[in-house]
């Protein structure tokens, strides 16, 4: 976000965007060929921070760090114990 923490951000389409101030949103990334982002997190590792964005067009977890480069080594994990969702 131009060198700024964002304040929001948000994915639809592939595209992750976010706002820090002013009167427009910056899009950070656009794998719009490739994903259809449905929902972010944010998760730390020490002094590290990760974005951790649902792609569900190919069903994964895409893993970015704070300069929008893909990471590999983050993957998420779903546990087993965590309580299945019922609709």
Same mark, same amino acid.
């Given at each position: ?9 948000? &994915?639809? +389409?592939?595209? /992750?965007?976010?706002? *820090?101030?002013?009167?427009?949103? $910056?899009?950070?990334? !656009? ?14 590792? &020490?002094? +590290?921070?990760? /974005?951790?964005?649902? *792609?569900?067009?190919?069903?994964? $977890?895409?893993?970015? !760090? ?22």
């Amino acid at each position: 976000m131009a060198g700024l923490p964002g304040l929001f951000l948000w &994915g639809e +389409d592939g595209i /992750i965007s976010g706002w *820090n101030g002013g009167s427009v949103a $910056i899009q950070a990334k !656009d794998n719009s060929a490739s994903a259809n982002y449905k929902g972010l997190a944010i998760a730390a590792d &020490g002094t +590290d921070s990760f /974005i951790y964005a649902a *792609n569900f067009k190919t069903g994964r $977890i895409d893993v970015y !760090d704070t300069a929008w480069n893909k990471i590999f080594n983050k993957p998420f994990r779903d546990f087993l114990f965590l309580p299945a969702m019922h609709h």
